[in-house]
């Protein structure tokens, strides 16, 4: 088990630090997780299988998760129907309670589910938010962001991948 966590810590800091290109090369398998949306639905990463997902850990009081959300919103908007999926992976402490306001005041168009410290720790020990992943229609994680990143970076990553037949 611990061999494992060191490798997937080990393979998500490359990807991190490596640039979009580099990253696209190397996939690692996003680790599933059942989290409960603000309602208290359960959801799981697995139900997403065959779409291409941004998955973005934030919260609602930090301020370059906010300035995120406006270009995460255009970004479902957009490619929904070509089969993506923006999740979102609130931190929050507060739970529900802040978070559902906090969807509503922003109008957010894509799943939110409320994280807790084994995911973050699934995904290499979350240390800073936002911290996004970019996961392939087949499950695997192509790239990763730490901190404010913009829309066209996300984009340019997601129509290639949009491009690629399911099950490629």
Request: charged fraction near 20%; aromatic fraction near 10%; include cysteine.
């Amino acid at each position: 088990m611990l061999r494992r966590c060191f490798a997937l810590l080990s393979a998500v800091a490359l990807i991190l630090g490596a640039t979009e290109s580099a990253a696209s090369e190397k996939k690692i398998p996003a680790p599933d997780w059942q989290l409960t949306d603000v309602d208290g639905k359960p959801v799981k990463l697995s139900d997403f299988r065959g779409k291409v997902v941004v998955l973005d850990f934030w919260a609602t009081w930090c301020p370059p998760c906010r300035a995120e959300i406006p270009g995460f919103i255009e970004i479902q908007k957009k490619y929904a129907d070509q089969g993506f999926s923006m999740i979102g992976v609130s931190l929050d402490r507060e739970g529900p309670s802040v978070v559902k306001p906090f969807i509503a005041k922003f109008g957010m168009n894509y799943p939110v589910v409320m994280g807790n410290e084994r995911v973050a720790s699934d995904y290499g020990g979350i240390t800073a938010i936002p911290t996004t992943f970019v996961i392939d229609r087949q499950g695997n994680i192509v790239a990763g962001y730490q901190g404010l990143t913009d829309q066209g970076t996300f984009e340019s990553v997601i129509t290639k991948l949009l491009k690629e037949p399911p099950g490629s």
